[in-house]
C-alpha cells in the first residue's frame, strides 16, 4: 500500500521561502506522478503543482508560477516543493498526492494522499 508522509510547513513571513517534502513508501516510486495540493480554511482543496513520474514533466497552478517549484528524487522517493516569494494568500494545508503513471491537475486524478503540513505567512 503506498504511504505519503508530508513535512515542512511552518510559520514564514510575506516574502520568506519554504521547502516542503513527502516520503513515499509501499511501491515504486518512479513509477508514479506525484502532485500538490493544498486547502485553506472556508475554501476548496486546489491543485498547486505536478511531476511525472520520470521528473521530465512539470505543471502548476497560475497563482504559483515562477514562485514554486516542484522535484523529486528517485533515489531517496521523495518529492519537494520549494515556495518562494510567499504570500499570505498561500497559506493554507498543503496536501501530497500520488498516482500510477498518470499525471493530473485535479484531486480525482490521485489515489493515494498524504496527511498534510500546514504552511502559515504572516504579512
Known amino acids: 500500500q503506498v504511504q505519503l508522509v508530508a513535512s515542512g510547513g511552518g510559520l514564514v513571513q510575506a516574502g520568506g521561502s519554504l521547502r516542503l517534502s513527502c516520503a513515499f513508501s509501499g511501491r515504486t516510486f518512479s513509477s508514479y506522478a506525484t502532485g500538490w495540493f493544498r486547502q485553506a480554511p472556508g475554501k476548496e482543496r486546489e491543485f498547486v503543482a505536478a511531476?511525472?513520474?520520470?521528473?521530465?514533466?512539470?505543471a502548476y497552478a497560475d497563482s504559483v508560477k515562477g514562485r514554486f517549484t516542484i522535484s523529486r528524487d528517485n533515489a531517496k522517493n521523495t518529492v519537494y516543493l520549494q515556495m518562494n516569494s510567499l504570500n499570505p494568500e498561500d497559506t493554507a494545508v498543503y496536501y501530497c498526492?500520488?498516482?500510477?503513471?498518470?499525471?493530473?491537475?485535479?484531486?480525482?486524478?490521485?489515489?493515494?494522499w498524504g496527511q498534510g503540513t500546514q504552511v502559515s505567512v504572516s504579512s
Open positions: 498526492a500520488a498516482e500510477w503513471r498518470g499525471m493530473g491537475s485535479t484531486g480525482r486524478d490521485y489515489r493515494y
Open positions: 511531476i511525472g513520474w520520470s521528473g521530465g514533466n512539470t
